[in-house]
């Protein structure tokens, strides 16, 4: 195993000092480790996060191989600095079975390029009418821990009770996709202005917020774990705050599209801009951003969700929802929140490891810690080339645009996945 000496870096923003990294944890901290076997990377001019975690990918595989593949979207995950990830489970067939969350968890571990942590079904095959195996994908190889329908909202206000008591049991957490069916049929944006002038049928913010509501008093009620997927509104974080203020143990994710784009974006009739939650208001941007300074909002999660060109290059209302995020989380972050690097350590990478129960990850890079890190240089500006991304699909919504912030490198338990901002493998 080679040893890696950072030099001159500096470690979530403090003044800079030197890492040396061996046998799989970082072995030394502070000025001048003498290492001679060591390969030697200097690391003047950028800061050194503990390895970024994401709480809510799309993987696709197995199913959708065209659009991603664990691979794929593994090699995506380290360049753009995350050491974990935590697959959705809305693949095909869907991860609702031991067998199914296994294979996803060994085909990240054979890609080993970041440990992928499957996501289990909340329901049988994400349909809404029963509950699936949770205690055997908990006790499976896998070691579920987050169970969650994304795509589909469990709706059932019964099933979703009965599922926030069943994973109390192994300490498990429910990820709700919060959508009321009901009010979102037919929905093809954020309902508002836009939607009015444009003449297409709205997704109203109620929709959201009153399913986040029912959920945190029935978390309390049973005592149980929640975790609110892809937070979008400005109401649904009064809803959060109230929650969280009454002890309820909930907690919750951002996109980073919804802390930087509008539904203005619709009036492109570009897919690429259509995505569930819908892209809202700049009021709700502006709340948002507030939330996820303040707390309220513990996490900034991508939703990454490759499409391929036919099921996203069409008419609108005929495209799938969803775009690409984990080559630019980190650039966007930098954009919103500036170089406030312990916020976004602790947004991206301690507060999602914690809620995922991934003890190895989220640790600031210190002596004995795992060696699980990324370099950012913050200089850096990057244009967006689709073609460039290492995704297998290319919906990314921020192609062309200059952004902020670039990986050098990412290590994952002592090993470079990326470097000199390319991937090793
Ligand atoms: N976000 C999306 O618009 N799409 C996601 C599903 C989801 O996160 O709800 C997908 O799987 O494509
Ligand atoms: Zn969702
Ligand atoms: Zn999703």
Redesign the pocket.
Known sequence: MTAYLITNVSVVGAAPTDLLIRDGVVAETGAGPTAPDATVLDGTGLVALPGLVDLHT?LREPGREDAETVESGSRAAALGGYTAVCA?A?TSPVADTAGVVEQVWRLGREAGLVDVQPIGAVTVGLAGERLAELGAMADSAARVRIFSD??HCVADPRLMRRALEYVKAFDGIIAQ?AEEPRLTEGAQMHEGEVSTRLGLTGWPAVAEEAIIARDVLLAEHVGSRLHVC?VSTAGSVEVLRHAKARGVRVTAEVTPHHLLLTDAKAETYDPVYK??PPLRTAADVAALRAALADGVIDVVAT?H?P?AVEDKECEWAYA???MLGLETALSIALDVLGPQWDLIAERMSRAPARIAGLDSHGLDPAPGVPANLTLVDPAARRVIEPADLASRSRNTPYARMTLPGRIVATFLRGEPTVLDGKAVK
Do not use: K
Request: charge should be negative.
């Open positions: 799309h959705m809305n994304d795509g996709h892809h995505v569930n939703d969700a499409h799938r929802p969803g």
